[in-house]
């Protein structure tokens, strides 16, 4: 039986892992051996599967259907990855509209307050043209009569079709010819036909390129971190007070930490009173430092492995780190491998940053995720795209349970739990349902499989005993993508804006009469899911 646990100084909230560092889990882990039988690195099937993205042949070129005097405009929201989700869906809108698409204008005034411009963050005139043949991109509106052509504006619903937009959007276009469409995020539906979709893949992972200055410096980190070691993972740490107190979890902090979330909670009206407790068995609470580092220990990644965390204000700071710097001393983040001047050019901007955080993240081995906020989503499809690279997704709802009876089983009893409760959370090929989520996070209308990936995983399947639709993850076991139904899930009120009135009845006054520019939306996404 293990030891008990020492609590770390005064702060009951995040708990020492002193528990396990000791002889039992030193002849465990990877660095003794571990589990030899296969590479933590890599996924086992995933050389069998590639992005594929290319328009069919009945997608007609940007010059065949797009009509003159008709121009679209999308003014973005929130932080860096889900402006790019707005700016991934505005391509798709215009193409649906045969429009002209005006570079999309970003967020500079929501929580994030950043005023970079389009052109400050992504490579513009690489985007005009790689997207030439699919949608005619230009930089700003014409003037009008000489004069500056003020555009006409109003908002979609969440999750607009093909249809809602021709009903909606496209009879102001014809009387307005300019419209703009505000606080544009996930205002395009999840499933389109398959040569939108491939046009949404073409954009986000091929057309969306950041800027050189911030290319070059985000190449310099992930050049430090491979001269410190041949591997490295990328943990997403969202553990910010504001994320927590959305999530209504509590951490065991006491009056202290439930009156400063408390507060802080107050800030979104919609939300009822939490019951922490529910809230955690459902998986819904993001996990702690020290509980990521555990659940990678149980996976084989021993304690010489290096991790860049990416991250924004850690409640709790150094305290609330300590935890998981003790289970990975080699733990880094942009700050601790570059200096203030290298990152002073980036610094006062929080997209600019975020894009450093997301090219060392695209970039490592193994990408972690505490939470399932756009940053995490994104970056999930984009590493299926390119190659199915490990991604790890916490079980939060299984692995809760886990953690709450650590102090009564051993090491190598919590550490082949662990390793149960997280297949299907690993980032292997045919893990989720083509369609299920976010396009963005499972572009499977994208991903190709080839017949010798095909042939392998039916006969696998044969020799486990199972039918076709047996898939078997990088441990060589098979999984059930029922699992899935236990990921962490932080839900957005917003996403349940009223998508009714499909037939657009009083449309063109309508949808601008329910938009007052004046009155903001409250900020679930802007400070829960944007980076």
Same mark, same amino acid.
């Given at each position: 039986?293990?030891?008990?646990? &020492?609590?770390?100084?005064? /702060? =009951? #909230?995040?708990?020492?892992?002193?528990?396990?560092?000791?002889?039992?889990?030193?002849?465990?882990?990877?660095?003794?051996?571990?589990?030899?039988?296969?590479?933590?690195?890599?996924?086992?099937?995933?050389?069998?599967?590639?992005?594929?993205?290319?328009?069919?042949?009945?997608?007609?070129?940007?010059?065949?259907?797009?009509?003159?005097? %008709?121009?679209?405009?999308?003014?973005?929201?929130?932080?860096?990855?889900?402006?790019?989700?707005?700016?991934?869906?505005?391509?798709?809108?215009?193409?649906?509209?045969?429009? +002209?698409?005006?570079?999309?204008?970003?967020?500079?005034?929501?929580?994030?307050?950043?005023?970079?411009?389009?052109?400050?963050?992504?490579?513009?005139?690489?985007?005009?043209?790689?997207?030439?043949?699919?949608?005619?991109?230009?930089?700003?509106?014409? #003037?009008?009569?000489?004069?500056?052509?003020?555009?006409?504006?109003?908002?979609?619903?969440?999750?607009?079709?093909?249809?809602?937009?021709?009903? %909606?959007?496209?009879?102001?276009?014809?009387?307005? /010819?300019?419209?703009?469409? +505000?606080?544009?995020?996930?205002?395009?539906?999840?499933?389109?036909?398959?040569?939108?979709?491939?046009?949404? !893949?073409?954009?986000?992972?091929?057309?969306?390129?950041? +800027?050189?200055?911030?290319?070059?410096?985000?190449?310099?980190?992930? /050049?430090?971190? #491979?001269?410190?070691?041949?591997?490295?993972?990328?943990?997403?740490?969202?553990?910010?007070?504001?994320?927590?107190?959305?999530?209504? !979890?509590?951490?065991?902090?006491?009056?202290?930490?439930?009156?400063?979330?408390?507060?802080?909670?107050?800030?979104?009206?919609?939300? /009822?009173?939490?019951?922490?407790?529910?809230? &955690?068995?459902?998986?819904?609470?993001?996990?702690?430092?020290?509980?990521?580092?555990?659940?990678?220990?149980?996976?084989?990644?021993?304690?010489?492995?290096?991790?860049?965390?990416?991250?924004?204000?850690?409640?709790?700071?150094?305290?609330?780190?300590?935890?998981?710097?003790?289970?990975?001393?080699?733990?880094? =983040?942009?700050?601790?491998?570059?200096?203030?001047?290298?990152?002073?050019?980036?610094?006062?901007?929080?997209?600019?940053?975020?894009?450093?955080?997301?090219?060392? !993240?695209?970039?490592?081995?193994?990408?972690?995720?505490?939470?399932?906020?756009?940053?995490?989503?994104?970056?999930?499809?984009?590493? #299926?795209?390119?190659?199915?690279?490990?991604?790890?997704?916490?079980?939060?709802?299984?692995?809760?349970?886990?953690?709450?009876?650590?102090?009564?089983?051993?090491?190598?009893?919590?550490?082949?739990?662990?390793?149960?409760?997280?297949?299907?959370?690993?980032?292997?090929?045919?893990?989720?349902?083509?369609?299920?989520?976010?396009?963005?996070?499972?572009?499977?209308?994208?991903?190709?499989?080839?017949?010798?990936?095909?042939?392998?995983?039916?006969?696998?399947?044969?020799?486990?005993?199972?039918?076709?639709?047996?898939?078997?993850?990088?441990?060589?076991?098979?999984?059930?993508?029922?699992?899935?139904?236990?990921?962490?899930?932080?839900?957005?009120?917003?996403?349940?804006?009223?998508?009714?009135?499909?037939?657009?009845?009083?449309?063109?006054?309508?949808?601008?009469?329910?938009?007052?520019?004046?009155?903001?939306?409250?900020?679930?996404?802007?400070?829960?899911?944007?980076?």
């Amino acid at each position: 039986m293990a030891p008990r646990r &020492r609590r770390h100084h005064n /702060h =009951s #909230r995040f708990r020492c892992p002193t528990l396990y560092i000791g002889a039992a889990i030193a002849a465990f882990l990877v660095t003794s051996g571990g589990r030899s039988n296969r590479d933590i690195w890599t996924l086992r099937m995933s050389k069998f599967y590639y992005g594929c993205s290319n328009a069919s042949n009945k997608f007609s070129k940007a010059e065949t259907i797009t009509r003159p005097n %008709r121009y679209l405009w999308i003014a973005t929201s929130g932080g860096l990855n889900q402006q790019r989700t707005g700016i991934t869906d505005a391509v798709v809108a215009a193409r649906i509209l045969n429009a +002209t698409l005006v570079v999309p204008k970003l967020d500079q005034k929501s929580f994030w307050k950043d005023a970079s411009n389009f052109a400050e963050i992504f490579d513009v005139d690489w985007f005009i043209s790689h997207l030439a043949n699919d949608v005619k991109i230009i930089k700003e509106l014409p #003037r009008r009569g000489g004069k500056t052509w003020t555009p006409y504006t109003m908002r979609v619903p969440r999750k607009c079709n093909e249809r809602c937009y021709q009903i %909606r959007v496209l009879p102001v276009l014809l009387k307005k /010819h300019a419209v703009q469409l +505000t606080k544009f995020d996930y205002r395009l539906a999840n499933k389109l036909e398959t040569d939108l979709q491939k046009l949404r !893949c073409r954009v986000n992972y091929h057309a969306l390129r950041f +800027t050189d200055p911030i290319t070059k410096m985000g190449e310099t980190l992930v /050049h430090r971190m #491979r001269m410190m070691s041949k591997h490295y993972i990328a943990l997403h740490l969202r553990f910010e007070p504001d994320m927590l107190a959305f999530s209504g !979890c509590y951490y065991g902090g006491g009056d202290k930490e439930i009156k400063e979330l408390g507060k802080i909670r107050k800030r979104w009206k919609t939300l /009822h009173t939490s019951n922490p407790d529910k809230v &955690r068995r459902q998986g819904r609470c993001p996990l702690t430092p020290e509980e990521i580092g555990l659940m990678l220990r149980a996976l084989g990644y021993g304690k010489e492995v290096h991790i860049y965390v990416a991250s924004g204000e850690v409640y709790g700071g150094e305290d609330t780190l300590a935890p998981l710097k003790a289970l990975f001393p080699n733990t880094h =983040s942009k700050d601790t491998i570059a200096s203030k001047k290298e990152l002073e050019p980036f610094s006062a901007f929080s997209s600019r940053m975020a894009a450093l955080d997301f090219l060392v !993240c695209d970039e490592s081995d193994v990408f972690v995720t505490n939470n399932n906020g756009n940053m995490a989503k994104i970056l999930a499809g984009r590493r #299926r795209y390119f190659g199915h690279k490990p991604t790890i997704r916490p079980n939060a709802k299984k692995l809760y349970r886990l953690f709450l009876n650590r102090d009564n089983m051993t090491w190598e009893e919590f550490a082949s739990r662990g390793r149960r409760y997280q297949k299907g959370f690993m980032g292997e090929p045919k893990e989720t349902r083509p369609g299920r989520g976010e396009f963005h996070e499972n572009p499977s209308s994208c991903i190709c499989e080839d017949s010798e990936a095909k042939l392998k995983m039916e006969s696998g399947s044969r020799k486990l005993g199972r039918g076709k639709e047996g898939t078997k993850n990088d441990l060589g076991e098979a999984v059930d993508d029922q699992n899935n139904d236990n990921e962490l899930e932080l839900s957005d009120p917003e996403d349940e804006e009223d998508l009714s009135d499909p037939q657009g009845k009083g449309l063109v006054d309508g949808t601008s009469e329910d938009y007052d520019p004046n009155t903001s939306e409250e900020p679930e996404l802007e400070v829960l899911l944007s980076d």
